[in-house]
């Protein structure tokens, strides 16, 4: 099997088990500040407000920190990893104080600038570490969307123990000291496999990369991906409270991931035949329609298998985003060229969990699905249209073969 084939080569069993430590912080976030927040001050507005700075500052931060590790290396990572815990201390310190909502939502930004981009990193250096190995390429990035869905299926169920058992500031502490030592190990263990010559390249402007017509593509396919997500997260949960079963909404988040997950597993495994952007445009436009049966739905339990088949195009399309990537990355800029879309999706999500909340308040839980498949909608839409580059259409490094089970 091809993963257990990426799994036996030297030190790659260490950077899954780090990198997954290195993005607990973006899994676990969130809810441990809404938690908090909620416990310390009693205001859903004001944890809102910090997680969307949080959020923000990412957005500012994920590029910044491709390019710091483009130039110097994987250095500049660690210290975002410690100055991340250093921003979760001060947002525990600055509820615990009461401090002022602008002093707090500096804070968060301040977190959100410094929270590790391991992912992105991660990605850009899997064609280094399986050089001569292109066959594998297609299954690690189809591993590593699996690992993403690890961390948030598991980060929500961790930081409710700690609420159970520990306190609401535990979550909190956790993340912090994932932040500073998981991103410490991860890049250690990273650092002892092969990797991109450090080149001191220049950049015109912050916005060279993504200005690229490859990157600047795939950046704004990602954010109506994001916005999938993040509706569809607020979507679930309220049908579940609709519908008299408030626990069941953790149930319906985790089928949706599940189905993302079988989803990448088996496009890892399969074997493909067209080109890279051709299947990428096809999971994209299976995405359009993925999510059209939910809303006909009344009984969150009938839609459980639905919900599972609208979370089978995302792991998909994430995976053959990244390997599409790959391909326009500009050479010494790769670890940049993928922090890009990543940021794109993050904002997408909180974009669309921000519009669902309204939506749902507003109209009831069936609204942020239609938003859902309307962004979903106009990705097909773009990338149908789209004139994609030269290297975009390439068949890639190695033999590019379809999934039978591919529409």
């Known amino acids: 099997m091809a993963y257990l084939s990426i799994l036996r080569l030297p030190g790659v069993k260490a950077i899954v088990v780090t990198t997954i430590l290195a993005r607990f912080p973006a899994g676990l976030n969130a809810i441990g500040i809404?938690?908090?927040?909620?416990?310390?001050q009693e205001s859903y507005a004001v944890a809102g407000a910090i997680v969307s700075s949080i959020s923000i500052g990412n957005t500012i931060g994920g590029p910044l920190q491709g390019r710091l590790v483009d130039r110097f290396g994987l250095g500049p990572l660690v210290l975002f990893g410690f100055a991340h815990a250093l921003g979760l201390a001060g947002i525990i310190y600055s509820t615990k104080s009461g401090a002022a909502l602008p002093v707090q939502i500096a804070i968060g930004l301040f977190a959100g600038v410094a929270?590790?981009?391991a992912t992105s990193v991660l990605r850009s250096r899997w064609p280094f570490i399986l050089a001569g190995k292109t066959e594998l390429i297609a299954p690690a990035f189809a591993m590593d969307s699996v690992m993403v869905e690890v961390v948030f299926i598991s980060g929500p169920l961790i930081a409710g123990a700690t609420l159970l058992f520990i306190g609401a500031e535990a979550t909190l502490v956790l993340s912090a000291a994932l932040a500073a030592v998981g991103t410490m190990l991860f890049a250690f263990f990273l650092g002892r496999l092969p990797g991109p010559e450090i080149v001191?390249?220049?950049?015109s402007s912050v916005f060279e990369v993504v200005r690229a017509r490859g990157v600047l593509l795939l950046t704004v396919l990602s954010l109506p991906l994001g916005f999938y997500l993040g509706s569809l997260e607020i979507a679930l949960p309220a049908f579940a409270t609709e519908a008299g079963s408030e626990a069941l909404g953790g149930v319906l988040l985790a089928t949706l991931s599940i189905g993302s997950t079988i989803a990448a597993l088996t496009y890892g495994l399969k074997t493909r035949r067209r080109s890279l952007w051709r299947i990428h445009m096809r999971f994209t436009v299976v995405m359009s329609v993925a999510a059209v049966p939910l809303a006909l739905m009344s009984n969150p339990l009938v839609a459980i298998p639905f919900i599972g088949i609208a979370g089978?195009?995302?792991a998909a399309v994430i995976a053959s985003r990244n390997e599409l990537i790959r391909l326009v990355a500009?050479?010494?800029k790769e670890a940049e060229s993928f922090a890009w879309p990543l940021t794109s999706?993050?904002?997408g999500i909180s974009a669309g969990a921000a519009a669902a909340g309204i939506l749902v308040t507003q109209f009831g839980w069936r609204a942020p699905v239609i938003a859902a498949t309307v962004a979903a909608t106009g990705a097909a839409l773009l990338i149908l249209t789209a004139r994609p580059t030269e290297a975009l259409l390439a068949e890639g490094r190695g033999p590019v073969e379809e999934p039978?089970?591919?529409p």
């Not at 809404?34 to 310390?40: A, G, K, L, P, R």
């Not at 001191?200 to 950049?203: A, E, G, L, S, W």
């Open 34 to 40: 809404i938690f908090f927040v909620q416990s310390e």
């Open 115 to 117: 929270l590790p981009v």
């Open 200 to 203: 001191k390249v220049t950049h």
């Open 312 to 314: 089978i195009p995302v």
């Open 330 to 332: 500009p050479s010494g």
């Open 345 to 347: 999706m993050i904002f």
């Open 404 to 406: 039978a089970w591919l």
